[in-house]
């Protein structure tokens, strides 16, 4: 019986550990030594685990670039005070993260800061050197 259960567990386990989403470091996937300070309209806000994704309009040197920017998950924002409202599209953000390894627009958020000069720490999975 003990070995039915185990075997059991393992079988289950393995089915799941090809649908779960692999989560990575930050220094895998973001390049702490390119900080970004970003400005832009919000296009979309993806609530989501493990992390949330905000979608911005960039606009440099004529030419618009939508940036994938991700913070913390949906639990982490909100016991951070964020509020699901917060981001509705055509909200004017200043974001500071870090770019991508790969160099597409892609960003981990630090902060954002809202046009009345409102920030919220956006849960950054580089959390130990951006709260010290």
Do not use: C
Not at 74 to 94: E, F, S
Request: aromatic share 8%; charged share 20%; glycine share 12%.
């Amino acid at each position: 019986m003990r070995m039915r259960s185990w075997v059991a567990m393992l079988a289950m386990g393995l089915s799941l550990g090809g649908t779960l989403p692999a989560h990575h470091s930050f220094t895998a996937e973001f390049d702490d030594k390119k900080p970004v300070k970003l400005v832009g309209k919000v296009t979309e806000m993806k609530w989501s685990n493990p992390h949330s994704w905000i979608y911005i309009d960039v606009e440099t040197n004529g030419k618009t670039v939508n940036w994938a920017l991700e913070t913390g998950a949906a639990n982490a924002l909100t016991r951070r005070g964020w509020k699901k409202g917060d981001l509705p599209a055509g909200t004017v953000l200043t974001v500071d993260g870090w770019q991508a390894r790969n160099g597409s627009p892609t960003a981990n958020v630090g902060t954002v800061t809202f046009g009345d000069g409102r920030k919220l720490f956006a849960g950054s999975s580089k959390e130990s050197s951006t709260t010290k």
